[in-house]
């Protein structure tokens, strides 16, 4: 079993910046990670993975202007979120495949 802890939501005025962090309750550098999220209304949806061996997938709508990335010594996977939009808005969970969610964090992107 893995426990997933994000941080890092909050509050952002537009073209604004925000990181988030999930830290894993064990080691799991041999696994993908993602961040996904849902905003109101919506389904959940992917914003950014990254592979073990450090490749990323990016979802059209942040393409250059989100980053994924990670850290496996401190097994964490980091979204840094630059130039925010308020179509931004949303909850963002963590995820660690197969099938491991973090509880969500916040963020909040006002025009």
């Known amino acids: 079993q893995v426990q997933l802890v994000e941080s890092g939501g909050g509050l952002v005025q537009a073209g604004g910046s925000l990181r988030l962090s999930c830290v894993a309750s064990r080691s799991i550098f041999s696994i993908s990670r993602a961040w996904y999220r849902q905003a109101p209304g919506k389904q959940r949806e992917l914003v950014a993975s990254i592979t073990s061996g450090g490749s990323t997938n990016y979802a059209d709508s942040v393409k250059g202007r989100f980053t994924i990335s990670r850290d496996n010594v401190m097994n964490t996977v980091y979204l840094q979120m630059n130039s925010l939009k308020p179509e931004d808005t949303a909850v963002y969970y963590c995820?660690?495949?197969?099938?491991?969610w973090g509880q969500g964090t916040q963020v909040t992107v006002s025009s």
């Open positions: 995820y660690a495949q197969p099938y491991f």
